[in-house]
């Protein structure tokens, strides 16, 4: 018996259920095939039209991930945003929480909602500039900024301030109180130093420029009313910080929004995932491993108005802190519209893994049979010619004649061709549950060698996801309360007033005790 034959004796086959565990733990779907865990570390992009299957293929991308890591036993989290309500939630809570992961929702409507705990993350001037400046938006075309650009520093300043008397003890309905109030914003921007100076914008002999201001505050703080309203009744063990939310392993965290207010609600998303991502940026590696999905991702900066700059960052730089992100656009376009046509080419360029449905836009098309590259070579063309003749002579002695000729012709012709071309991408058909759903997928690396400079080759190919693939690999939520049936009473909308014994705990004196007396910026200077 030669050595090859006894190495074979001694190879144990693994089962089948061995293999599955494998898979399970090594591979997550992509484009409906099972690639290596590995290729997570490069971001990905999903884009197409609706009814075209994008959001099955996210799912079933999202739950294989994080079944691998469960089962994998690698520490995790997972932050997950979408804009359509009774989606991810329902799902992503009745398919882990039985398995010990605990799933959050931060949607503030809802009932079970948590909240972000604003005074443990707003201690210093650049945190609180991130609220500021979503909450009142800086604009490229106002006529005139001035207004703006004085309530953003009122705004930054009342915080500040509050910070500093009260650290860890004020909230975001406190905050919504003294902007309200011209006597109690003076107050709290009077009683410390740095910021006594910005109450002078709130004095009286201001005139017209005055109650300007004061009415371009009130309208500002209009949207952040709602949101501190419906997060101010959260108990205290459901609020959390920006370095929780970041760094905590075993959670999902599901960002939800409502169709209805999502101008208010957005912003919201948007500030705090820009102070988490922030986090994220400096953290290095702790160990824990950061899945990022962001479904309808324009959605989340076009609700507020204005890009979301930290994922751009997050980007180029979150590889290092292990965050993995995955984006879901309906075109291209609609990032362009946000982010401008070069931002959004580099955001979008790098998301190396790739996959694409139906897109009946012509930018869309064009956009994505571009980026799938082309493939070029050298093929060898082949032509025939064949000749035949032939001739009868009659008479006593008859004959016949006959010739023929065969000319080939072989060239060496290099070749540059789309891959996908766009109306490839274009004649995809939309998804549906009977039929399937259709599109391309690609990944940045793959064994194949180019035969030429022998670099590796990106991997591209057609896939179907049939009824019989998404009913095993995509999950449905089970029995689960709708949303609209989760959401708060009608009185949570509301802002409650200064309580009488608030006040005092915020050393603050009530408006109206001293009536008729103006606000005068000599109240407050030393001495």
């Known amino acids: 018996m030669n050595v090859l034959s006894r190495l074979r004796q001694r190879v144990v086959r693994p089962s089948a259920a061995d293999f599955d565990a494998w898979l399970a733990k090594s591979t997550y779907l992509f484009g409906g095939l099972p690639i290596p865990l590995q290729m997570a570390e490069s971001d990905v992009v999903i884009s197409g039209g609706k009814q075209t299957g994008k959001s099955t293929g996210m799912k079933a991308q999202m ?13 995790f989290n997972m932050h997950a945003y979408t804009s359509k309500v009774d989606d991810f ?67 930054r300043a009342v915080i500040q301030s509050l910070a500093a008397t009260h650290p860890g003890l004020w909230t975001m309905r406190h905050v919504v ?30 005139g017209v420029a005055g109650a300007n201001l004061r009415t371009t505050i009130l309208l500002e703080v209009a949207a952040l009313e709602l949101v501190a309203s419906l997060i101010d009744g959260t108990p205290d063990d459901r609020r959390f910080s920006v370095e929780e939310a970041a760094n905590t392993a075993g959670v999902i965290w599901v960002w939800g929004s409502d169709p209805r207010f999502n101008t208010l609600i957005e912003p919201w998303n948007a500030v705090q995932l820009e102070l988490i991502g922030h986090e994220w940026l400096v953290r290095g590696d702790v160990g824990v491993e950061t899945l990022l999905y962001l479904d309808e991702f324009p959605q989340l900066s076009a609700g507020g108005g204005q890009k979301l700059s930290i994922i751009t960052k997050i980007l180029e730089f979150g590889r290092s802190s292990r965050v993995r992100t995955t ?4 075109t291209p376009a609609q990032v362009v519209a946000v982010y401008g046509e070069r931002e959004a080419d580099t955001l979008l360029g790098q998301c190396h893994c790739m996959q694409i449905y139906k897109h009946s836009d012509e930018f869309g098309r064009k956009y994505w049979a571009d980026r799938l590259g082309r493939e070029r070579g050298f093929e060898k063309k082949r032509s025939y010619s064949r000749q035949t003749g032939g001739g009868y002579t009659g008479g006593s002695s008859p004959t016949w004649t006959s010739s023929w000729s065969e000319t080939e012709n072989v060239n060496i012709e290099r070749f540059d061709l789309e891959r996908v071309t766009p109306s490839d991408i274009g ?44 009913a095993r690999y995509v999950p449905k939520p089970g029995e689960f309360r709708p949303y609209a049936r989760s959401l708060k009473p009608s009185a949570a909308f509301t802002l409650p007033p200064l309580h009488d014994w608030e006040y005092g705990f915020l050393e603050l004196t009530r408006p109206g005790l001293d009536a008729g007396r103006r606000v005068d910026i000599r109240d407050f200077e030393d001495g």
Not at 123 to 137: A, G, H, S, Y
């Open 177 to 206: 109180n003294c902007l309200k109030s011209v006597e109690l914003t003076a107050q709290v921007l009077g009683r410390y130093a740095p910021t006594r100076h910005v109450a002078s914008l709130l004095a009286e002999d201001q």
């Open 63 to 75: 739950c294989s991930q994080i079944d691998a890591k469960i089962a994998s036993n690698q520490p």
């Open 89 to 155: 939630y329902p799902l992503l809570k009745g398919l882990y929480e039985p398995l010990g992961v605990k799933v959050i929702a931060t949607n503030p409507m809802m009932q079970e909602s948590w909240a972000w705990d604003g005074a443990g993350t707003l201690t210093d001037p650049v945190r609180i500039d991130e609220l500021v400046n979503v909450v009142v938006k800086k604009e490229a075309h106002d006529a005139s900024p001035y207004f703006k650009n004085a309530a953003r520093l009122i705004f």
């Open 327 to 330: 984006l879901a656009v309906q």
């Open 427 to 470: 004649d995809l058909p939309v998804g549906n549950w009977r039929q399937g759903m259709y599109g391309y997928a690609s990944i940045p690396l793959s064994r194949r060698l180019d035969p030429v400079t022998g670099v590796p080759k990106p991997l591209t190919w057609r896939f179907h996801l049939d009824p019989e693939w998404i």
